[in-house]
């Protein structure tokens, strides 16, 4: 009820004069308390409102606020072993205290990755980190960029005038437009594989004036930058897809939510919107960038809504679900960018003709993102049903040094032994029902030499910081998790079992979202398929 009385104060002063960005802004300022004071009495909240919103993010709190760089802690930089030397370099530049850290920053192709003067770079020696933080000269991110088949989310649009016409010609039969997408039988491209022409006819149901779409373009998965690469060389495949959404459904607002990470692709987009403005494409439908200040658990949808309305993103315990109360308590569809990035050509092309691509129940394309461990990293628009080692040896060009295995769809996805890649297919059911997960179709490898024990440990680590804290099973369990497993590489010490099983046990039913309930994945997946590597540290019952 509390969060339920400060959303309706915020949602007085809406979008244009935003709570989060407000408590964003004097968090940068170093504002005094005096400031928050009077900002929470504007808003009439309490002040611990302001001071809970504060101190969550990593970029806000006190301790990784203002720094002048940050180096990238995300998992394939880990695994590639390239951070202890960058930031062994960094310190001959930067004292400590101007050091902070970034959980990912969307360079998993080459690593060596930070952030810096709101650019993100990858130095791989001295002499060109030097030359970086000297001239502040932008880098391109580049990297390979194929397709294995019909292109829709890798295509290039011509001429955007007429890429917008599209909407012109369908605006006007919203029941039409559900049923393409249905037929298209589109599922969400986050993680969780939800039909998205399901949200659009829940929402056009409701009878509510105001309605909302929200584009989450906070992704977090360490390993993952296929939303980034849309946002930075598709923005306006993103852009149609949310407004072709409202119009469908009566909204005139979309909220892009665009990770703090991600610099580049907050600038272009906001010149993408700037020219549907100036070329009058949209009549009357407005966009707003909300950048988010580094957080993972913003990536799980009502999480990301509460960040949006500047309360503290703690899960909310559904239902209802954002379809009936989302945005400021109002109907909102919210998906991920590449799920709207596939709305133009199913509408041009027919829904018939993408459910003709991949298989039955996971149809059409999914941008796949192979790591630095590929002789040819990058981004890879793949059709559903492809195997795994097709794209690994004909599209990734094989590894560089030997690999053990991977984890494939972010820190919740499953860890794929070597040994279980030929018999899997890039869709849905085929990893699911093998015990493993496609989420964002992100690839990290894990190299031979790279203790298993060491990854878990990692992954215990992130889920325990970036935990929202509203439900004891992830909060308390993921530290538990990494202090076990923290103890048995560093003293004489071995983990009991059955309490860690337990342990995961409590985090898989116990957690509201799907960040402590999706960590044991992994985790089981490794004692399961690493079990020769990992039985040092357990006990044997």
Request: aromatic letters at 10%.
């Amino acid at each position: 009820m509390a969060n339920k009385n400060i959303r309706s104060l915020s949602s007085r002063k809406g979008l244009d004069d935003n709570l989060f960005e407000n408590i964003v802004d004097l968090s940068y300022e170093n504002a005094s308390k005096e400031e928050f004071q009077k900002l929470a009495k504007r808003f009439l909240i309490d002040d611990s409102v302001i001071v809970g919103t504060s101190s969550f993010y990593d970029f806000t709190r006190e301790e990784n606020l203002n720094k002048k760089i940050h180096i990238c802690s995300g998992t394939a930089c880990m695994v590639a072993k390239t951070q202890l030397n960058l930031k062994k370099n960094i310190e001959n530049h930067f004292d400590k205290s101007e050091i902070g850290h970034a959980a990912c920053v969307g360079r998993c192709h080459i690593n060596n990755a930070f952030l810096f003067d709101d650019k993100t770079f990858s130095a791989t020696n001295e002499k060109e980190l030097s030359s970086i933080i000297s001239e502040k000269k932008y880098q391109e991110n580049s990297y390979n960029i194929g397709c294995n088949t019909t292109s829709i989310l890798t295509s290039k649009i011509e001429n955007i005038t007429e890429f917008y016409d599209l909407a012109e010609k369908v605006k006007n039969n919203p029941q039409q437009i559900i049923k393409e997408i249905k037929t298209s039988n589109l599922r969400g491209r986050g993680g969780a594989g939800f039909p998205f022409w399901f949200k659009l006819d829940a929402v056009i149901k409701e009878s509510n004036p105001q309605k909302y779409i929200v584009c989450n373009a906070d992704e977090g998965d360490p390993g993952a930058y296929s939303d980034m690469y849309l946002m930075e060389h598709q923005a306006h495949k993103i852009l149609f897809g949310m407004y072709l959404s409202g119009l469908t459904v009566g909204a005139n607002t979309g909220v892009l939510y665009i990770r703090g990470e991600y610099p580049d692709s907050i600038k272009i987009v906001g010149e993408a919107i700037n020219e549907l403005k100036e070329k009058n494409l949209i009549g009357d439908f407005k966009f707003k960038i909300i950048r988010g200040q580094g957080s993972y658990v913003c990536g799980e949808e009502t999480a990301l809504l509460n960040s949006i309305e500047g309360l503290r993103p703690e899960v909310r315990v559904r239902p209802p679900y954002p379809a009936q109360y989302g945005l400021y308590g109002k109907p909102t569809v919210l998906s991920n960018v590449e799920t709207f990035a596939n709305i133009h050509w199913i509408l041009e092309n027919g829904g018939s003709a993408y459910a003709e691509l991949g298989t039955k129940q996971s149809t059409g394309t999914k941008l796949v993102s192979l790591d630095s461990f590929f002789n040819k990293p990058g981004m890879y628009e793949i059709e559903m049903g492809t195997s795994l080692s097709t794209i690994f040896n004909d599209y990734g060009g094989g590894f560089k040094s030997e690999i053990k295995g991977f984890q494939i769809g972010g820190p919740l996805g499953g860890i794929v032994p070597m040994h279980k890649i030929s018999g899997l297919m890039l869709d849905f059911e085929s990893l699911n029902s093998n015990g493993f997960l496609l989420g964002h179709a992100s690839v990290v490898s894990i190299p031979t030499d790279f203790p298993m024990v060491k990854f878990l440990e990692h992954l215990m680590e992130f889920t325990s910081d970036e935990s929202c804290g509203k439900c004891y099973p992830c909060r308390i369990g993921s530290f538990r998790g990494m202090e076990m497993l923290q103890k048995a590489q560093t003293e004489n010490y071995k983990i009991d079992r059955q309490l860690f099983n337990d342990l995961l046990e409590t985090l898989e039913i116990g957690s509201l979202c799907a960040l402590g309930g999706g960590v044991p994945l992994p985790i089981k997946n490794a004692l399961q398929y690493f079990e020769d590597e990992l039985k040092q540290y357990f006990t044997s019952n």
